[in-house]
Nanobody, 122 residues
Framework: QVQLVESGGGLVQPGGSLRLSCAASGTTSSIQAMGWYRQAPGKQRELVAG???????KYADSVKGRFTISRDNAKNTMYLQMNSLKPEDTAIYYC????????????????WGQGTQVTVSS
């Protein structure tokens, strides 16, 4: 089994930056892809960014050019660098992991972290 723990959330002013981390433990060798999702109050959970084997990445249109997903395999940690933050980025951010090679929906991620709150406000 795989366990995920997020960190790095907090309160930031519009235009500011944050870096989220997701530390994986357990049978991490089984992980093929990981992703960052977010859920704002009253809204559905949405994909923010995903990274698969070979460091293939994908981003939601709303964060392209502002957010960067990466991972350090030696540390079993995934990151989300968030720049030029906007109030609409406010949400709980979750990391997720899967054995699926190319997941296309959140239903293909069986393992989730507990979430970290990101609030963008002046």
């Amino acid at each position: 089994q795989v366990q995920l723990v997020e960190s790095g959330g907090g309160l930031v002013q519009p235009g500011g930056s944050l870096r989220l981390s997701c530390a994986a433990s357990g049978t991490t060798s089984s992980i093929q892809a990981m992703g960052w999702y977010r859920q704002a109050p009253g809204k559905q959970r949405e994909l923010v960014a995903g990274i698969a084997r070979g460091d293939n990445t994908k981003y939601a249109d709303s964060v392209k050019g502002r957010f960067t997903i990466s991972r350090d395999n030696a540390k079993n940690t995934m990151y989300l660098q968030m720049n030029s933050l906007k109030p609409e980025d406010t949400a709980i951010y979750y990391c997720a992991a899967t054995r699926a090679v190319a997941p296309t929906t959140d239903r293909q991620y069986p393992t989730w972290g507990q979430g970290t709150q990101v609030t963008v406000s002046s």
